[in-house]
Nanobody, 115 residues
Framework: QVQLVESGGGLVQAGGSLRLSCAAS????????LAWYRQGPGKQRELVAA???????NYADSVKGRFTISRDNDKNTVYLQMNSLKPEDTAVYYC?????????WGQGTQVTVSS
């Protein structure tokens, strides 16, 4: 089992920045990657950014150049730095740990961007 606890969400004006954190605990030795997903009002959950155990990253086109995913292996924590936020970035953001058997999910953190 993997436990994931997100933090760092909140209310920010358009153009502002937030940094999300996700601390992982439990059986984490065989995690293949970590990712951030989001689900906006009335929308399906979508992948925002992911980072593999080797450090490779990929991003949704909508956030490229604005968001940066990173990880601190010593702290078992993954981060999502979000800059130049837009109202359309408003969503619940979920951290996910990817294993061969499937994904584990955090409880989510709300990000609201006002125009």
């Amino acid at each position: 089992q993997v436990q994931l606890v997100e933090s760092g969400g909140g209310l920010v004006q358009a153009g502002g920045s937030l940094r999300l954190s996700c601390a992982a605990s439990g059986t984490i030795f065989n995690i293949k990657g970590l990712a951030w997903y989001r689900q906006g009002p009335g929308k399906q959950r979508e992948l925002v950014a992911a980072i593999t155990s080797g450090g490779s990253t990929n991003y949704a086109d909508s956030v490229k150049g604005r968001f940066t995913i990173s990880r601190d292996n010593d702290k078992n924590t993954v981060y999502l730095q979000m800059n130049s936020l837009k109202p359309e970035d408003t969503a619940v953001y979920y951290c996910s740990a990817i294993k061969a058997a499937g994904n584990y999910w955090g409880q989510g953190t709300q990000v609201t961007v006002s125009s």
